[in-house]
């Protein structure tokens, strides 16, 4: 089991950036592809973007690429997610977790953190 903590959401205007920290505790961090997804308000929880174990590959859901990096320091068993020119669509909780294989969706991840609140305003 690993036991995950995001950080760094916040209220940000339309167009700003925010950088999400992921801190992993328990089984060896470096053994699991992360990956990021997103909830807002009434809708399903849906995948952001994922990196694989060394750092080397990454895929991001169309709505953020160019827009959102996602990176790791195996070293301090952490997954960042940088999120410039933010936009209000945004808005939503974002949850780091554990990669069980390959796939995107949520039945793919295992542990899972409990969330930071991103909210955009226009």
């Known amino acids: 089991q690993v036991h995950l903590v995001e950080s760094g959401g916040g209220l940000v205007q339309a167009g700003g950036s925010l950088r999400l920290s992921c801190v992993a505790s328990g089984r060896a961090f470096s053994s699991f592809d992360m990956g990021w997804f997103r909830q807002a308000p009434g809708k399903e929880r849906e995948f952001v973007a994922i990196i694989n174990m060394s750092g080397g590959r990454t895929y991001y859901t169309d709505s953020v690429k160019g827009r959102f990096t996602i990176s790791r320091d195996n070293a301090k068993n952490t997954v960042y997610l940088q999120m410039n020119s933010l936009k209000p669509e945004d808005t939503a909780v974002y949850y780091c977790?554990?990669?069980?294989?390959?796939?995107?969706?949520?039945?793919?991840?295992?542990?899972w953190g409990q969330g930071t609140q991103v909210t955009v305003s226009s």
């Open positions: 977790a554990t990669a069980k294989g390959p796939g995107t969706a949520v039945a793919d991840f295992g542990s």
